[in-house]
């Protein structure tokens, strides 16, 4: 390639060069690889810095942890062979299984041998007088690539609050996205701070086994039922069948779950039918759904919010028999994070070995050196203490690296102001940058909106590949532009008005901005499809 020759030119014989270095090895990495590798007969190489591939479900192996998609839109769409022989066994997939898929996937398409693990990449610096990035790694070496890929998932920067006397702690101390393979929870005094969807799965499957669960809950959550289970044959053959009609329907909808979503106000229907409604969802399962598929207003008008929280705010009363330990699980303001799903999380507070610690009436004063004590001055002895408190979301994982682009400008500085992107994939004064779930990109089942992206980035590199342009960056103006669009769509809904890790709330410090497009896969697609068809309209070549 053109690329390759120019490097060798210009870099010393140390420098390994490729045509495109992906960073990360999760969904987004392997199908990047994939693409570029196999389609456009480029030389490739792909980081990650964990000892196996899997990307966030390398990470997340704490107990419970478990798609919150189903089964049949949680994997490569783009391989409909693997999606025709394999088993689909439970109605959402856990993450050995994901693991597992992954790993089958990478090994069928022989991509390990391009994918470099136990290898973080520490900076990548843009040189522009030849139009190449050039990546340096945490083992000393250095490559040079004309196109970068960072496919670094949205949620992989953990967020651990510091706590007074935290290094005093005895016990072991975990982080849930850092889970060590030989944790001992059995008969052990385990305390859990969070209770998002990690810290309801993790605090769900445990709790029968530890021997004291102690939870620290800032704020109490709205879930609702999963509905996880085994599968039948037939229900297997039939999503098989409907292959394309599945993936196309995915493709077009707005939140790529895989199920209709409702058109029905929540106000249009009587109070006994809304409630006929929600409880169908209940026992069918599933967040996204309880949320989306009963009605089409309960992320944006208030009323129909407040019907979905009456909803849920009555299972918890039914559900959790200690008066006090339901007023405190109930949450009180809107219903509009990421929705949950779990497996029996209310519940588990019935269990005479699980107590509630509100840490909003209650705080955490600080961590000694046998457990965790509150403001009421309790002192609540623990073995283990787990951190289920989320991630620094979306620029999170870019900030870690040292990314410089045009005249050495670092992307910390460029994104001082919050992240942007020019529709979720590329961001000014960072040319040949692609970046696969950059910010701003559509709010969905995560695995059709990287396919959406990865098969964009591989047409673009295609196309300036055939046309042999050095270099591609978008507009400025157009950037901001994507920018407004997102916030004014955002604004539309009730998410906006939340505080949560989806407007980087969740850290202190960090800019409360918009991070993602909610208009959704269908009309993002659309956009995508308009702007190639345009000359790619935004962005400029060299
Ligand atoms: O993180 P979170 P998460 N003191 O930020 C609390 C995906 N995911 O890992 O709400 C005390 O949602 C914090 O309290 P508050 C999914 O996209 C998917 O759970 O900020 N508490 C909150 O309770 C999800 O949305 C799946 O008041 C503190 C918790 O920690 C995203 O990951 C499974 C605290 C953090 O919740 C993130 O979920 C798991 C402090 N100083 C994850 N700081 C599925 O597919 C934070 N908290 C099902």
Same mark, same amino acid.
């Given at each position: ?239 098989? @069948?409907?292959? !394309?009609?599945?993936?196309? +329907? ?5 939140? =790529?779950? $895989? *199920? ?112 965790? @004590?509150?403001? !009421?001055?309790?002192?609540? +002895? ?5 951190? =289920?408190? $989320? *991630? ?129 896969? $269908? ?20």
């Amino acid at each position: 390639m053109t690329s390759t020759v120019l490097a060798k030119r210009s870099v010393g014989t140390d420098i390994i060069n490729y045509d495109a270095i992906i960073i990360g090895a999760g969904f987004g990495g392997i199908y990047m690889l994939k693409k570029l590798r196999d389609e456009l007969g480029l030389k490739v190489r792909a980081f990650d810095k964990a000892a196996g591939i899997g990307g966030t479900w390398f990470w997340n192996r704490y107990p419970g942890a478990l798609s919150d998609s189903e089964t049949f839109v949680y994997c490569f769409s783009w391989d409909r062979e693997l999606c025709q022989e394999w088993d689909i066994t439970t109605r959402y997939v856990d993450q050995p299984q994901i693991l597992s898929y992954l790993n089958h996937a990478v090994d069928r398409h022989d991509l390990r041998k391009d994918i470099q693990l136990e290898t973080a990449i520490t900076s990548a610096v843009f040189d522009e007088s030849i139009t190449r990035w050039f990546v340096s790694t945490d083992d000393g070496h250095q490559y040079s690539a004309k196109y970068l890929v960072t496919a670094l998932g949205l949620l992989s920067a953990t967020n651990v609050p510091k706590f007074k006397g935290q290094e005093k702690f005895k016990g072991k101390m975990y982080h849930t996205a850092h889970w060590p393979a030989d944790a001992v929870l059995d008969g052990k005094r385990v305390g859990v701070i969070g209770t998002g969807s990690t810290g309801c799965q993790v605090i769900t499957a445990i709790a029968p086994i530890v021997g004291h669960l102690t939870v620290f809950q800032r704020s109490p959550q709205y879930t609702v039922p999963v509905g996880n289970g085994p599968v039948s044959r037939e229900y297997a053959d039939e999503i098989k @069948r409907n292959y !394309d009609a599945i993936w196309n +329907e995915v493709r077009s909808s707005r939140l =790529a779950f $895989g *199920f209709k979503e409702s058109n029905i106000p929540t106000m249009s229907v009587s109070p006994e039918e809304r409630k006929e409604i929600f409880q169908r969802a209940w026992e069918g399962g599933g967040g996204f759904r309880f949320m989306f598929e009963t009605f089409n207003d309960i992320a944006v008008d208030e009323q129909a919010n407040f019907a979905a929280q009456e909803f849920i705010r009555d299972k918890i009363k039914e559900i959790v028999k200690d008066p006090e330990t339901a007023r405190k699980l109930m949450p009180r303001d809107l219903y509009a994070k990421r929705p949950l799903c779990d497996s029996g999380y209310y519940a588990t507070f019935n269990r005479p070995n699980v107590s509630l610690v509100d840490v909003k009436e209650n705080p955490i004063e600080e961590i000694t050196a046998a457990g965790v @004590r509150t403001a !009421d001055g309790v002192e609540h +002895e623990l073995d283990v203490l787990v951190f =289920a408190t $989320g *991630f620094d979301a979306v620029d999170g994982n870019y900030k870690r690296i040292d990314i410089r682009g045009r005249n050495g400008l670092s992307i910390k500085d460029h994104w001082s102001d919050g992240p942007s992107s020019y529709l979720s994939m590329s961001t000014s004064n960072f040319p040949n940058m692609f970046m696969i779930l950059g910010p701003n990109g559509p709010f969905t089942n995560l695995p059709p909106t990287i396919e959406t992206e990865v098969e964009w980035v591989s047409d673009m590199i295609g196309f300036m590949e055939e046309n042999e342009l050095a270099c591609m960056e978008p507009d400025p103006e157009c950037e901001r532009q994507w920018g407004v669009t997102c916030r004014e769509i955002a604004d539309q809904t009730l998410f906006a008005r939340a505080e949560s890790w989806i407007f980087g709330a969740n850290i202190p410090g960090k800019t409360n901005t918009v991070y993602f497009y909610m208009g959704g896969l $269908g009309p993002f697609r659309e956009i995508l499809a308009s702007v190639q068809n345009e000359d790619y309209r935004g962005f400029k070549f060299k």
